[in-house]
């Protein structure tokens, strides 16, 4: 049950809702939540709270990120897409487009094909991410590709990716931490960023993510 009413605005993103400092999408299926976050309605309508320390992609807008690719029918390739938690918000995002969520853990994957039950627009993948090749049979086309792997090498795993489905847009969380705890994060950040310039991608915005996401940053990147 949604509870109770907010005065709900628009945004300067498609899809992206926002009532004061809170941010919502528009829920693909209303009265289910993913993640225990709260629901809302408006005229009939039910956005859900996009919660910023749960989901990457929510803390780089509330941090002020500029760059967001995605509209109601993009194909979104969604590497690392764990329980489901954000992708479920990329679906609100691209109700007319599809989702390919690919993941590795075969537990959080259990979670992820229950949150895509309902959900039409996506597909449960489970798959390696530093293995694009495997993916290609699944994945029509990708117009972006977003990307949140905690582990090393996170920016050539990307680019990798980028590489095999030339999508015109990418997003990149990088944890600093899964690469090396003894370097400073904004090092990593850069070199993270430096690597994916030498591989002809052009770095649009990087936005650090604390508070919502310590050691955290999202790199987008455009493909010229």
Known sequence: MS???LPIETTAFPGVFR???MLLTRNLTPGRRVYGERLFSQDDLEYRE???DRSKLSAYLRKGGKCF????DSHVLYLGAASGTTSSHVSDLVPEGRVYCVEISPRSFRDLVGVCEGRPNMMPILGDATKPDD???L???ADVVYQDVAQKNQAGIFAKAMKRFPAKWGMLAVKSRSEDMRREP???FQESAELLIREGLKVREMVELAPFEKDHAMIVVERP
Do not use: C, M, Y
Not at 69 to 72: Q, V, W
């Open 186 to 188: 904004r090092e990593i």
């Open 135 to 137: 993916l290609a049979f």
């Open 19 to 21: 009532s004061g400092e």
């Open 69 to 72: 690719p995605f509209l109601h």
């Open 50 to 52: 996009w919660v910023p």
């Open 3 to 5: 509870e109770a009413k």
């Open 139 to 141: 994945v029509e086309r």
